[in-house]
T-cell receptor
Framework: GAVVSQHPSWVICKSGTSVKIECRSL??????MFWYRQFPKQSLMLMAT?????????EQGVEKDKFLINHASLTLSTLTVTSAHPEDSSFYIC????????????FGQGTRLTVV | DAKTTQPPSMDCAEGRAANLPCNHS???????VYWYRQIHSQGPQYIIH???NNETNEMASLIITEDRKSSTLILPHATLRDTAVYYC????????????FGTGTRLKVLA
């Protein structure tokens, strides 16, 4: 299947700092990318949807000023967690969708963020 | 909200078929059913998807009822490496085609 790469796989940062997570589709162009977060023993929660060159659409309850999403190209989207706090510690997962009605989305391997 | 309901957990003996059910009674006519699985601390892995016909690939089979209100994922010969959380997802049929994850089924394959 197609490959979606997330970087970094894990990161530890201090409270108050910002962290950027990259999501790249390596062998296809992604018309849409999605960002999820997952707490331990819970399901994936959709945070936002981004289309290349457009502003991201955030799910209800997700702070857009807290979680900045940039989708600069058809193969790259970034999520920046601004002014991180310990409660932002979570597993963040991106997904890239190549377009078309009868196709599947592909997921990155996830980024484990720990804020200390 | 997720449009699917799944049992929270199941066990299966190694080498036997694992049958994972999913209810999606509010599915619309042009919405697909997707199955993914997530092994601990990894991103979800695509398994299979279908609209109304049964589907089979090298990983699994997908059986969708005629009224499309439920489906079953079949892993024909489960191995220990199939231990994972399995998610059945009805994909939104318009706009961004986003996936809304439900709670999934935690499948444990027993030796």
């Amino acid at each position: 299947g197609a490959v979606v790469s997330q970087h970094p796989s894990w990161v530890i940062c201090k409270s108050g700092t910002s962290v950027k997570i990259e999501c790249r589709s390596l062998d296809f162009q992604a018309t849409t990318m999605f960002w999820y977060r997952q707490f331990p023993k819970q399901s994936l929660m959709l945070m936002a949807t981004s289309n290349e060159g457009s502003k991201a659409t955030y799910e209800q309850g997700v702070e857009k000023d807290k979680f900045l999403i940039n989708h600069a190209s058809l193969t790259l989207s970034t999520l920046t967690v601004t002014s991180a706090h310990p409660e932002d510690s979570s597993f963040y997962i991106c997904s890239a969708y190549p377009g078309g009605f009868n196709t599947e989305a592909f997921f990155g391997q996830g980024t484990r963020l720990t804020v200390v | 909200d997720a449009k699917t309901t799944q049992p929270p957990s199941m066990d299966c003996a190694e080498g036997r078929a694992a049958n994972l059910p999913c209810n999606h009674s509010t599915i619309s006519g042009n919405e697909y059913v997707y199955w993914y699985r997530q092994i601990h601390s990894q991103g979800p892995q695509y398994i299979i998807h279908g609209l109304k016909n049964n589907e089979t690939n090298e990983m699994a089979s997908l059986i969708i009822t005629e009224d499309r209100k439920s489906s079953t994922l079949i892993l024909p010969h489960a191995t220990l490496r199939d231990t994972a959380v399995y998610y059945c997802i009805v994909r939104i049929a318009s706009g961004t085609y986003k996936y809304i994850f439900g709670t999934g089924t935690r499948l444990k394959v027993l030796a």
